[in-house]
Nanobody, 127 residues
Framework: QVQLVESGGGLVQAGGSLRLSCAAS????????MGWFRQIPGNEREFVAT????????SYADSVKGRFTISRANDKNTVYLQLNSLRPEDTAVYFC????????????????????WGQGTQVTVSS
C-alpha cells in the first residue's frame, strides 16, 4: 500500500520560510518522479514543482520560481519543498504526489500524470 505523508506546514509571516517534507512508503521511491501541488478551496489543484526520479532535473511553476526549491533524498524515501520569501498568495494546502518516472524524459507538470497523492499540509502566510 502506497503512502505519502506530508509534514512541515504551518503559519508564517510574509517573507518567511518553511520546509515541507513528504515521506513515501510502499513504492520503489527511486523510480518515481515526485511533485508538489497546492490547492485553495474552490480552486483547481495547481502545479508547484517536480523532480525527476534521479534528482537530476527539476521544474517549477512561474509563480514560485526563484523562491521555492524541490529536492529529494532517495536513501530516505523523502522529497522536500523549501519555501522562501513566502507571500500571502502562497497560502494553500500543499500536496505531494508520485508518478512512475523511470524511462521518461518529460517533466510531469499536470495532476493527471500522478498516480499517488498525500493528504496535504496547510501553509498559511499572513501579511
Amino acid at each position: 500500500q502506497v503512502q505519502l505523508v506530508e509534514s512541515g506546514g504551518g503559519l508564517v509571516q510574509a517573507g518567511g520560510s518553511l520546509r515541507l517534507s513528504c515521506a513515501a512508503s510502499g513504492l520503489t521511491f527511486s523510480t518515481y518522479d515526485m511533485g508538489w501541488f497546492r490547492q485553495i478551496p474552490g480552486n483547481e489543484r495547481e502545479f508547484v514543482a517536480t523532480i525527476k526520479w534521479s534528482g537530476e532535473s527539476t521544474s517549477y511553476a512561474d509563480s514560485v520560481k526563484g523562491r521555492f526549491t524541490i529536492s529529494r533524498a532517495n536513501d530516505k524515501n523523502t522529497v522536500y519543498l523549501q519555501l522562501n520569501s513566502l507571500r500571502p498568495e502562497d497560502t494553500a494546502v500543499y500536496f505531494c504526489a508520485a508518478a512512475p518516472g523511470l524511462g521518461f524524459i518529460a517533466m510531469f507538470r499536470t495532476r493527471y500524470e500522478y498516480d499517488y497523492w498525500g493528504q496535504g499540509t496547510q501553509v498559511t502566510v499572513s501579511s
